[in-house]
Each structure stands twice: as structure tokens, then as C-alpha cells.
């Protein structure tokens, strides 16, 4: 069969024979433009029928501004085509607009009921989306294979209404669990007795999350968290918290936001506090947050995107000590963007903003000089290999400024802190959705005071899993 070439100012495109019976009579050398498609409103219609499916909208713009020009246009197959094309390019809002406007008694009214509904699938209307798709599949005569798709979309409405769950488990080995300084001495006069002591112990990490559809974009959506760590023969270090949020979302095709109140509770071992004690139950906790949390998520392209979270955030401390130097209020921002290069790598980039001010500025006639300032930076790359290994690694660096004069000394205390973490994983070692994974990290504070510097580093395999 002869091939027919169409030729637009942007693009040409080469069809095949399928639509050489609607042609009266190809032109010469087989190229057709636009004034030649002018002429064949019968071929035109046709291929613009055709591009309704074919995912261009480019192509479908074209022939749409042709096929209007034409002496008696089809008023709703223009309709038709202004909503894929609006569609296509992910206008979602006007796309939902221009399929209301279709008439119901159209012929193809079931196949457009049936793309609104997926408009309003992608662009967050759940509760809306699943009506539609009720109400079309209620009808009789629907053809096996649309009702199969029906289903598809269906399942993925009660997917994003069920609850969702992550865990995450995985063996400590802590050189230093007593967060021990370096030997030192200060001004020659005192020197550091105590030794870093080593533990054995696991880690933990456990999530819930649902979201109640509401209307339109909107909905509610209730997060739980569960983590910590429990050391074997050093339990006086264990640490746990607990955390749940509660609040507003609204979510469409492109971008996702959520203000959400939090409240949370950190559960801590006896060095913790000044003296042992027994309860262990959430109203004797460590220290208790409260605050609240407003996250962005931004898709800028098709491979890249932006997440910010700020969040504030008052703290409160059970002992008497801790609660007149460290009851206050923290501000923190995160911004991460991401890249993907392909469907098998990733790369991302951090930024921290964090800000502590307590709620007494001196102790006495002292400065507090537990508030601080910290800026801090990251990066990230993660890759997928053909063989089925998963490969990450990531890089923090940060400064913390503390207010005021540092205790023994007559400067403020200025740390740096650093961090470095891989982990590496195999897919055909997955079970059941548990996945292991072999992780290492390595952080490392330094300041000028000996007393403040940290060192730290832990590695294992653990098992992390998504439900």
C-alpha cells in the first residue's frame, strides 16, 4: 500500500495505507498539507478520529485547527478533541470543563463519561471519580474489556482508601551508645574518665497512613509512627518515640499539599534522667511535641520535583533540669529536589533549616545556651542495576551555632557535623514484600570544645517492608 505523508509546519508524520479509502484521490507524490486536507474533509475527520487515541497532542492540535476551518466542522468532535488535547497536556481543571460540555446524547457518551472519570482520577477527585465510574458501569450492554478497565481504575480508588503501612527493622551495632567524648582534658586540669561503651541492640521503624476522600481535591489524612532503638544489656540507652499527625490535604495532578497538627512523645531509658525511674508509659515520657507541619510536593517536570516541609514544633521535658533549660519552641524547614535520569537512577539535593529558641533565655544570670541555629546540606543517588541490585548513598554536612558562652570556655560552642550512609539490596532476595538490605553509617561531630565531639558509626542488614 502507498503511504500517505502529512506535512505540517511542525512536524511530519507518516501514515499508512489504513486511511487511503477515505481519500478522493492522493496528490502528487503521495504529501499531503494543509491546504490538500482542506480539500478532503472526509479524510481530515477521519484522522482526527484516529488522533483522539494517539496520545500526540501536538499532532491532535493540528488537525483540530484543520478540521475547524473546514466548511461544516463537526461541533462535538471539536469538543472532543479541545478536552484530550486539554487532557493530554495535563490542564486537568479545563480538560474536566470541556468534557461536561459534551452532550449525554452523543454516541460516543459512555466512552466520554469514561475519560472524565479518568480526568478526574488524575487530578485528585477521588470521590468524584468513583462515582462516575459506578455510575457508567451500572449500565447494560458495556463490553467485557470496558468493564475489566472500569475495575482497574476502581481498585486503585480503594487502594488510596485503605490504610497503608511501612516497617522496618534492623541490628545495631553501637560503638559509642553512651555518646561519649573523645579523651580530654579541660585547661589542663580536668580530664574525661568516662569510655565510650559498646552495644548490641535493634532498631526499629514502624508507619501507618490513611486518607479519607473528601470533596473535590481535598481530604483528610491521619499519619502514625512508631520508632526506636533497644539496646541488649544497655537498656538505661534505650530510646523510643511515637508520633501522630492529623489534619487537612488537597492533592491533584501536579502538586500535594497537607497542614497537619502533630503531637509526640519520646520515650527514653534511665540516662535520661537525673535519677531512675520506674514508669515507663506514655504520661511519664521524656519529653513531650506538640506543634504543627505544613508539607509541599511539586512535580516541576516529568523527572523532577520538589518537596518542602516547615514545621514548628514546642517541646516539653519531664525533669525539672532538662524542662528549665530545654523547654522551647523549634522552627525547621527541609527542601529536597530530585531528579530521576531514566527509570533506573536518582539523584537529590537537601537543604536544613533549623532553629531552637528556649523558653527561658538565662538561667540565672547566665545565657541559655541550649538555643541554637543550625544550616545544613545533603545529596543523594540512588540506582537500580539490570541484574536487580539497588545501590544508595548519601552525603550531610551541616553547622550548628549555639547562643551564648559554651560551658567551660568564653566562646559560643560552633559544631560541624557530618554524616555518610550506603546501602546496598538485591531484588531476588525479596520475601513476601520484605525486603533486606545491607546498610552502613558513619556521623561525625567536631567543635572546638573536645567535651561536644561525637563519633558514631553502625552497619548491618536490616529488612524494610511496604503494605
Same mark, same amino acid.
Given at each position: 500500500?502507498?503511504?500517505?505523508?502529512?506535512?505540517?509546519?511542525?512536524?511530519t508524520i507518516?501514515?499508512?495505507?489504513?486511511?487511503?479509502?477515505?481519500?478522493?484521490?492522493?496528490?502528487?507524490?503521495? #504529501?499531503?498539507?494543509?491546504?490538500?486536507?482542506?480539500?478532503?474533509?472526509?479524510?481530515?475527520?477521519?484522522?482526527?478520529y484516529?488522533?483522539?487515541?494517539?496520545g500526540?497532542?501536538?499532532?491532535?492540535?493540528?488537525?483540530?485547527?484543520?478540521?475547524?476551518?473546514?466548511?461544516?466542522?463537526?461541533?462535538?468532535?471539536?469538543?472532543?478533541?479541545?478536552?484530550?488535547?486539554?487532557?493530554?497536556?495535563?490542564?486537568?481543571d479545563?480538560?474536566?470543563?470541556?468534557?461536561?460540555? +459534551?452532550?449525554?446524547?452523543y454516541?460516543?457518551? @459512555?466512552?466520554?463519561r +469514561?475519560?472524565?472519570?479518568?480526568?478526574?482520577?488524575e487530578?485528585?477527585?477521588?470521590?468524584?471519580?468513583?462515582?462516575?465510574?459506578?455510575?457508567?458501569?451500572?449500565?447494560?450492554?458495556?463490553?467485557?474489556?470496558?468493564?475489566?478497565?472500569?475495575?482497574?481504575?476502581?481498585?486503585?480508588?480503594?487502594?488510596?482508601?485503605q490504610?497503608?503501612?511501612?516497617?522496618?527493622?534492623?541490628?545495631v551495632?553501637?560503638?559509642?551508645?553512651?555518646?561519649?567524648?573523645?579523651?580530654h582534658?579541660?585547661?589542663?586540669?580536668?580530664?574525661?574518665r568516662?569510655?565510650?561503651?559498646?552495644?548490641?541492640?535493634?532498631?526499629?521503624?514502624?508507619?501507618?497512613?490513611?486518607?479519607?476522600?473528601?470533596?473535590?481535591?481535598?481530604? @483528610?489524612?491521619?499519619?502514625l509512627?512508631?520508632?526506636?532503638?533497644?539496646?541488649?544489656?544497655?537498656?538505661?540507652?534505650?530510646?523510643?518515640?511515637?508520633?501522630?499527625?492529623?489534619?487537612?490535604?488537597?492533592?491533584?495532578?501536579?502538586?500535594?499539599?497537607?497542614?497537619?497538627?502533630?503531637?509526640?512523645?519520646?520515650?527514653?531509658?534511665?540516662?535520661?534522667?537525673?535519677?531512675?525511674?520506674?514508669?515507663?508509659?506514655?504520661?511519664?515520657?521524656?519529653?513531650?511535641?506538640?506543634?504543627?507541619? #505544613?508539607h509541599?510536593?511539586?512535580?516541576?517536570?516529568?523527572?523532577?520535583?520538589?518537596r518542602?516541609? #516547615?514545621?514548628?514544633r514546642?517541646?516539653?521535658?519531664?525533669?525539672?533540669?532538662?524542662?528549665?533549660?530545654?523547654?522551647?519552641?523549634?522552627?525547621?524547614?527541609?527542601?529536597?529536589?530530585?531528579?530521576?535520569?531514566?527509570?533506573?537512577?536518582?539523584? /537529590?539535593?537537601?537543604?536544613?533549616? @533549623?532553629?531552637?529558641?528556649?523558653?527561658?533565655?538565662?538561667i540565672g544570670?547566665?545565657?541559655?545556651?541550649?538555643a541554637? @541555629?543550625?544550616?545544613?546540606?545533603?545529596?543523594?543517588?540512588?540506582?537500580?542495576?539490570?541484574?536487580?541490585?539497588?545501590?544508595?548513598?548519601?552525603?550531610?554536612?551541616?553547622?550548628?551555632?549555639?547562643?551564648?558562652?559554651?560551658?567551660?570556655?568564653?566562646?559560643?560552642?560552633?559544631?560541624?557535623?557530618?554524616? /555518610?550512609g550506603?546501602?546496598?539490596?538485591?531484588?531476588?532476595?525479596?520475601?513476601?514484600?520484605?525486603?533486606?538490605?545491607?546498610?552502613?553509617?558513619?556521623?561525625?561531630?567536631?567543635?572546638?570544645?573536645?567535651?561536644?565531639?561525637?563519633?558514631?558509626?553502625?552497619a548491618?542488614?536490616?529488612?524494610?517492608?511496604?503494605?
Open positions: 500500500m502507498p503511504h500517505l505523508m502529512l506535512r505540517t509546519a511542525w512536524q507518516v501514515f499508512f495505507g489504513c486511511c487511503a479509502a477515505a481519500a478522493a484521490s492522493p496528490p502528487p507524490q503521495g #504529501v499531503w498539507d494543509d491546504a490538500a486536507l482542506m480539500q478532503q474533509p472526509a479524510l481530515l475527520e477521519n484522522l482526527l484516529r488522533a483522539l487515541d494517539g500526540d497532542a501536538r499532532l491532535l492540535a493540528s488537525l483540530a485547527d484543520s478540521y475547524r476551518r473546514t466548511a461544516s466542522p463537526d461541533p462535538v468532535l471539536l469538543l472532543r478533541a479541545d478536552a484530550v488535547q486539554l487532557r493530554l497536556n495535563k490542564r486537568l479545563e480538560a474536566e470543563q470541556a468534557y461536561r460540555r +459534551l452532550p449525554a446524547a454516541p460516543d457518551a @459512555v466512552r466520554d +469514561l475519560d472524565l472519570a479518568a480526568v478526574l482520577f487530578n485528585g477527585k477521588i470521590r468524584e471519580a468513583d462515582a462516575e465510574f459506578a455510575a457508567v458501569s451500572a449500565q447494560s450492554g458495556l463490553p467485557a474489556a470496558v468493564r475489566d478497565n472500569i475495575n482497574v481504575f476502581r481498585r486503585a480508588i480503594d487502594r488510596q482508601k490504610w497503608r503501612f511501612a516497617a522496618t527493622f534492623r541490628p551495632y553501637d560503638h559509642n551508645v553512651n555518646q561519649a567524648p573523645p579523651p582534658c579541660i585547661k589542663d586540669a580536668y580530664c574525661t568516662t569510655r565510650a561503651q559498646r552495644a548490641y541492640g535493634a532498631a526499629y521503624a514502624l508507619g501507618a497512613e490513611k486518607r479519607l476522600p473528601l470533596r473535590g481535591k481535598h481530604g @483528610v489524612l491521619l499519619r509512627h512508631q520508632g526506636g532503638t533497644f539496646y541488649f544489656g544497655h537498656k538505661d540507652h534505650n530510646e523510643a518515640a511515637a508520633r501522630a499527625d492529623l489534619g487537612w490535604q488537597y492533592r491533584d495532578a501536579r502538586r500535594e499539599w497537607a497542614w497537619l497538627p502533630f503531637y509526640q512523645a519520646h520515650l527514653a531509658g534511665n540516662a535520661s534522667f537525673d535519677a531512675p525511674r520506674p514508669q515507663r508509659t506514655l504520661p511519664y515520657a521524656y519529653r513531650h511535641d506538640a506543634g504543627m507541619a #505544613v509541599w510536593h511539586e512535580r516541576l517536570t516529568p523527572s523532577s520535583s520538589a518542602l516541609t #516547615v514545621e514548628r514546642f517541646s516539653r521535658y519531664r525533669e525539672a533540669a532538662h524542662a528549665r533549660r530545654l523547654n522551647g519552641t523549634q522552627d525547621a524547614a527541609t527542601l529536597v529536589l530530585g531528579k530521576h535520569f531514566g527509570t533506573h537512577t536518582a539523584v /537529590f539535593g537537601s537543604y536544613r533549616a @533549623v532553629r531552637f529558641q528556649p523558653a527561658r533565655e538565662r544570670t547566665a545565657q541559655n545556651n541550649a541554637f @541555629v543550625f544550616h545544613g546540606i545533603g545529596a543523594g543517588w540512588t540506582q537500580s542495576w539490570r541484574n536487580g541490585l539497588h545501590t544508595q548513598l548519601s552525603l550531610d554536612y551541616g553547622v550548628r551555632r549555639y547562643r551564648g558562652i559554651a560551658a567551660f570556655d568564653t566562646q559560643p560552642q560552633r559544631n560541624r557535623e557530618y554524616a /555518610f550506603a546501602g546496598i539490596a538485591h531484588r531476588k532476595l525479596q520475601w513476601r514484600g520484605w525486603q533486606p538490605m545491607l546498610h552502613y553509617r558513619y556521623s561525625r561531630t567536631r567543635s572546638p570544645q573536645p567535651w561536644a565531639e561525637r563519633r558514631r558509626h553502625d548491618g542488614i536490616g529488612v524494610a517492608a511496604d503494605f
